[in-house]
């Protein structure tokens, strides 16, 4: 998908991997990740039943969870995913 800056959308990372916040903000430092993220440290992982890492999820804008994948789907089944939702948003009853 290009240009999500006009859309109703929101990237947040939520990591699980034991990082501390200091360790979480100099890894997003050095990886350039400019989206919001957290230091799980055992809180929503298992409120989300996550298995694994890494695990993704699209919620709708409810915050109810949509879609999720163990293991990196792709590129493409993260934006079919966002684009139905998006139009979901956009035109709602279609």
């Known amino acids: 998908m ?3 800056g006009e859309k109703p959308f929101a990237l ?13 903000k100099a890894v997003m430092k050095k990886e350039k990740l400019n989206w ?5 440290h055992r809180v929503i992982t298992p409120k989300w039943a996550s298995r ?9 804008h409810k915050g109810v ?6 293991g990196y789907p792709g590129a493409k089944a993260i934006d079919d995913a966002l684009e ?3 139009k979901q948003v956009e035109h709602p009853g279609r």
């Open 12 to 24: 947040i990372g939520v990591h699980g991997n034991d990082y501390q916040p200091q360790k979480l």
């Open 36 to 40: 919001r993220s957290f230091a799980d």
């Open 84 to 86: 139905k939702l998006i």
């Open 52 to 60: 694994g890492t890494p695990t993704y999820y699209v919620m709708d």
């Open 65 to 70: 969870i949509r879609y999720k994948w163990l």
């Open 2 to 4: 290009k240009n999500l």
